[in-house]
T-cell receptor, first 119, second 111 residues
């Protein structure tokens, strides 16, 4: 159990276009999902926390109007990179939070990531 | 905020060797997870271990919460163990579920 999918796995787009990335929890309901960005040979950088039915909470320095997040259901969150530019090229990873079997706290499970290249 | 430090940053082993990866954190935590990021970028959950010891096959982990560190042991390493190992923690208080990641340990296992 605890499978998270992302679509697409890879996308190449032209500068100025918008790209939507979907994150789905396949076998559990996730009230909270997270979006990360990872540069080559670096750690994961949290971009935003997404709660079902409410506005996302963005980390400091992340442009809300550039990275639109929607969490419309307990199994789906989307990240839209608007008016993409080459500097937005990166590996984007989502995660979904599920209650741990033997703890009161949640465990995060990660999607396989989406590699975005903006030409 | 809470700081997470992992060591060593890089580790090169011969197949069959054992290794210990360390994660130090600066404050009390109520969640600690170890992940393996494979060459394709997928993060695989290894352990959910805010305290205590767990074992799963050739891997085991110990977290000493009072001393603010966690160790990941890999025994009889295989080439498929190669990749980056991340430790991530959730600090006590604040109400947020977000995890803070260390910079990772890059493990290379040579045949």
């Amino acid at each position: 159990g605890a499978v998270v999918s992302q679509h697409p796995s890879r996308v190449i787009c032209k500068s100025g276009t918008s790209v939507k990335i979907e994150c789905r929890s396949l076998d559990f309901q996730a009230t909270t999902m997270f979006w990360y960005r990872q540069f080559p040979k670096q750690s994961l950088m949290l971009m935003a926390t997404s709660n079902e039915g409410s506005k996302a909470t963005y980390e400091q320095g992340v442009e809300k109007d550039k990275f639109l997040i929607n969490h419309a259901s307990l199994t789906l969150s989307t990240l839209t990179v608007t008016s993409a530019h080459p500097e937005d090229s990166s590996f984007y990873i989502c995660s979904a939070s599920r209650s741990h079997l033997t703890s009161t706290y949640n465990e995060q499970f990660f999607g396989p990531g989406t590699r975005l290249t903006v030409l | 905020g809470i700081q997470v430090e992992q060591s060593p940053p890089d580790l090169i082993l011969q197949e069959g060797a054992n290794s210990t990866l360390r994660c130090n954190f600066s404050d009390s935590v109520n969640n600690l997870q170890w992940f393996h990021q494979n060459p394709w970028g997928q993060l695989i959950n290894l352990f959910y271990i805010p305290s205590g010891t767990k074992q799963n096959g050739r891997l085991s982990a110990t977290t000493v919460a009072t001393e603010r560190y966690s160790l990941l042991y890999i025994s009889s390493s295989q080439t498929t163990d190669s990749g980056v190992y991340f430790c991530a923690v959730r600090g006590v208080g604040g109400g947020s579920e977000k995890l803070v990641f260390g910079k990772g340990t890059k493990l290379t296992v040579n045949p």
